[in-house]
């Protein structure tokens, strides 16, 4: 008999894109899988006029579609890891963290060549606290303003002159063939990326064993070890999704290099720490460098993002 394999989606163009991709991948595996898409609006998309972490942070993105699992109507679920809150419902798991795409963060604006050549109190359109941590603290004079939507509105609302220039990642750009929009990518050191960023998850039931062995064909071991470190760092300081915190882990052989990033949301504190180590330790290495921003007081910061919103603990 024939496996049916049901996908739950949201509806957004990315998020399409990613779905049709890990589609196309299991298909060139398993040829005798038919795969049905289940694409659905999520709470996140259809709320844009409000903040992300004053409606409970990106879990938004992911909670209807566990609620679509749990109610049998689908076997899995295709999310952008950086939408993954640090600790899934129970019976739920990862069977599959494919490879990574860019993780880097883009620089786009229609009149502007990068981000150095802003001109003073320029307006500068981000989702993202932790990119608007960053770049005030290299940039303090620009007017930072929240820009939410899918990548097609934010463009949108960039063409349409209420922003100088925005800052998207690199990877939803380029994955919507979307390339030629992109002055240039920033590099980690103006902002580091957020926690797995450019990477894509499936999520499944932990007792399916059946399902776990269709996806884990997908599962791209590097990638699988940075991710495991850059959620623990995050993970150690109980960052939600929507936090001032970056992260980014790179593999040289059987070592790992993490960097990680703690900052004010205006800009006017920012803790940094690196750590190196054996990738079998990737998940303790990344407590470790937690413990290296705590020590150099990211607490205080991170409670006084909570204390503006009850929901950033997503």
């Known amino acids: 008999m024939k496996k049916t394999l049901r996908i739950a989606t949201r509806k957004s163009p990315l998020a399409m894109w990613q779905t049709e991709f890990v589609k196309a991948e299991l298909e060139k595996v398993h040829p005798d899988l038919e795969i049905i898409l289940l694409p659905m609006s999520t709470k996140g998309d259809k709320i844009l006029d409000v903040p992300l972490a004053k409606i409970g942070g990106k879990g938004l993105f992911t909670k209807e579609l566990e609620d679509r699992m749990m109610e049998g109507d689908a076997d899995i679920a295709v999310h952008s890891m950086k939408d993954v809150p640090m600790k899934l419902p129970e019976g739920f798991a990862l069977g599959a963290i494919l490879e990574r795409h860019a993780p880097t963060d883009a620089f786009v604006s229609n009149n502007h060549e990068s981000f150095e050549s802003l001109p003073q109190g320029a307006i500068l359109g981000t989702s993202s606290l932790r990119r608007k941590a960053q770049l005030l603290a290299v940039r303090p004079d620009l007017d930072v303003r929240d820009l939410r939507g899918n990548v097609g509105t934010r463009l949108g609302k960039l063409d349409a002159g209420e922003y100088d220039a925005i800052v998207l990642a690199t990877s939803g750009l380029q994955r919507l063939e979307l390339d030629e929009r ?39 071991k590097e990638t699988e070890i940075r991710t495991t470190a850059e959620r623990a760092m995050n993970n150690r300081l109980e960052g939600g999704c929507q936090v001032p915190i970056g992260v980014f882990a790179e593999l040289d052989e059987d070592k790992i290099n993490i960097r990680g990033l703690v900052g004010a949301l205006d800009g006017s504190e920012i803790l940094t720490a690196s750590i190196s180590g054996k990738t079998k330790d990737a998940e303790q290495l990344g407590i470790s460098l937690a413990e290296k921003l705590l020590d150099q007081g990211a607490k205080a910061i991170l409670d006084e993002v909570y204390a503006n919103d009850e929901h950033n603990k997503g």
């Not at 894509?200 to 064909?217: A, H, N, R, S």
Request: proline residues 5%; hydrophobic residues 40%.
């Open 182 to 220: 992109i002055r240039h990518e920033l590099a980690p050191e103006v902002c580091l990326p957020a926690v797995t960023q450019g990477t894509i998850g499936i999520e499944y039931f932990e007792k399916d064993t059946e399902t776990l062995e269709i996806i884990q064909v997908l599962n791209h």
